[in-house]
């Protein structure tokens, strides 16, 4: 158990829909990440957070957004959902803004039917 | 832009072989980090490389760098099943706040 708590672990939902993913980091963490991970895409970087404030984004879409809330805790917003947003969608936090050694989630697993 | 390839994408060997899995990326970093990956599950961290000539072993795995060369290798000594997963390298960049991974390389160990 890494520490990081994501919800929901599934997610079964139409095209045109939102959705929001939540994710605890480990306590004492103020680093969140979010990835995307389809099928033979590898693990695509989609925004950091770090104490609240966005750090870097990555090639995120403009359907989706995400924020960090004074208690660290993060979620990702999927608007206008698509088929091809079916995907894992992994939360990862660490210690501090400069180390890459990341603590991941069990994932949330979308669906987009 | 940061990009990070793995080669190879997916490998199947045999049981008591040696192999290596490459990691290259494309810009200076000087921390590189490999991760490990059971189907279906989360990510795990393994290696934690931070500066060049950083080697570190864990049992029958083998983590190195080479930031010159920009490039680190996985070793992997006397392959057992339980080793089979999916390894990814990630490579950060303190100025720019995004850790970026590979597409990951699907290791098949046949017992």
């Known amino acids: 158990d890494s520490g990081v708590t994501q919800t929901p672990k599934h997610l079964i939902t139409a095209t045109g829909q939102r959705v929001t993913l939540r994710c605890s980091p480990r306590s004492g963490d103020l680093s969140v990440y979010w990835y995307q991970q389809s099928l033979d895409q590898g693990l695509q970087f989609l925004i950091h957070?770090?104490?609240?404030?966005?750090?870097a984004k990555g090639n995120i879409l403009e359907r989706f957004s995400a924020q960090q809330f004074p208690d660290l805790h993060s979620e990702l917003n999927l608007s206008s959902l698509e088929l091809g947003d079916s995907a894992l969608y992994f939360c990862?936090?660490?210690?501090?803004?400069?180390?890459?050694?990341?603590?991941f989630g069990e994932g949330s697993r979308l669906t987009v039917l | 832009e940061l990009k990070v390839e793995q080669n190879p994408l997916f490998l199947s060997m045999q049981e008591g072989k040696n192999y290596t899995i490459y990691c290259n990326y494309s810009t200076t970093s000087d921390r590189l980090y490999w991760y490990r990956q059971d189907p279906g599950k989360s990510l795990e961290s393994l290696f934690v490389l931070l500066s060049n000539g950083a080697v570190k072993q864990e049992g029958r795995l083998m983590a190195s760098l080479d930031t010159k060369a920009r490039l680190s290798t996985l070793h992997i000594t006397a392959a057992v099943h339980d080793l089979s997963a999916t390894y990814f390298c990630?490579?950060?960049?303190?100025?720019?706040?995004?850790?970026?991974f590979g597409k990951g390389t699907r290791l098949h160990i046949l017992p």
């Open positions: 957070y770090y104490n609240g404030e966005e750090r």
């Open positions: 990862a936090s660490s210690v501090d803004v400069n180390t890459g050694e990341l603590f």
């Open positions: 990630a490579v950060d960049r303190v100025w720019d706040d995004k850790i970026i």
